[in-house]
């Protein structure tokens, strides 16, 4: 008797799919209040498009500051404001950051110690409230 059997047909090669990542974050009532604000001016849908939008901005933000780029806006009249985020800092090049030698008296040293300690603030003097408003 002689058995049949049958020829295996070879198996399509297996499709590799890749697998999301999943992302749970953690925030305090105002993060998110702010996420949820922020998705709601850019008319986003989803928390996955605005940290997919975040993470593309980063990236760029990343790769400006280790060319050594600032980031920073500009308004309408010119006036800029430069982005400072220490961890951005962190992947920027080594540069030498301005450094200032301030030379305390002893009277100005011994009158920071008295602050530094000082339970409350004291109150304003007038000379700092003219000077606040000038």
């Not at 540069?95 to 004291?122: D, G, K, N």
């Amino acid at each position: 008797m002689a058995l049949k059997t049958r020829k295996k047909r070879p198996e399509p090669p297996a499709i590799h799919r890749i697998r999301k990542a999943k992302f749970q974050a953690d925030l305090a009532p105002a993060d998110d209040r702010a996420v949820r604000l922020l998705k709601e001016e850019l008319q986003l849908t989803s928390n996955t498009d605005l940290l997919s939008d975040a993470v593309a901005l980063f990236r760029w933000a990343v790769s400006e500051r280790k060319l050594g780029r600032r980031i920073m806006s500009e308004s309408l009249h010119g006036e800029r404001k430069v982005l400072v985020l220490p961890r951005l800092e962190r992947v920027a090049p080594d540069v030498a950051l301005p450094r200032v030698q301030i030379q305390w008296t002893e009277r100005e040293l011994e009158s920071l110690a008295e602050l530094a300690c000082a339970e409350e603030a004291p109150p304003p003097t007038e000379a700092l409230i003219r000077a606040m408003r000038d």
